[in-house]
């Protein structure tokens, strides 16, 4: 399976630049599996396979590159903040820290954590309804497969449909 976008896109779109953060600190299996878990559930199998094969029909490169790329790069951002905000050396692991920088409390890394998932939701979900909206050019992909049409969560419980 390949990445349908590269460290320095995550950190471009989720973080607005690569100035402040190395491609580095974006690692590709971090990128695959923020795909597995997000993208292929919402997809379904087929689609799935055929956003991350290689060599994506041009319909799917543009699906990729309008309505993918940014919820994909912002769930990689949620999942990677607790790394980036730590390191791990020959101290063990530490949060950092410097002169004129305050390391911010769990709640507040939580709480941006939290809606940088929010955000790319309500993406995907777009991305989902364009989808939808375009069974022509989109045949793999089947609504009924979209994990987000069949379990709905109401305070905090799970409801299967």
Do not use: C
């Not at 390949?2 to 471009?12: C, D, G, M, S, Y």
């Not at 375009?134 to 905090?156: A, C, Q, S, T």
Request: avoid cysteine.
């Amino acid at each position: 399976m390949k990445t349908i976008l590269t460290p320095a896109e995550v950190l471009t779109i989720a973080f607005g630049t690569t100035h402040t953060l190395r491609e580095g600190d974006v690692p590709e299996h971090t990128i695959l599996a923020t795909q597995r878990k997000f993208l292929r559930p919402v997809l379904g199998e087929a689609m799935f396979e055929e956003v991350v094969g290689d060599s994506p029909s041009a319909d799917i490169q543009e699906l990729t590159a309008r309505y993918l790329k940014t919820p994909l790069a912002l769930y990689t951002a949620s999942l990677l903040l607790p790394t980036i905000a730590m390191q791990v050396g020959a101290a063990g692991v530490v949060r950092v820290a410097g002169e004129s920088f305050r390391a911010v409390d769990n709640r507040a890394l939580s709480r941006l954590s939290r809606r940088l998932r929010s955000d790319a939701s309500a993406l995907l979900d777009s991305a989902t309804d364009y989808l939808a909206s375009h069974p022509d050019r989109y045949p793999l992909y089947d609504p009924k497969e979209n994990i987000r049409e069949r379990i709905l969560l109401k305070g905090g419980i799970v409801v299967s449909e």
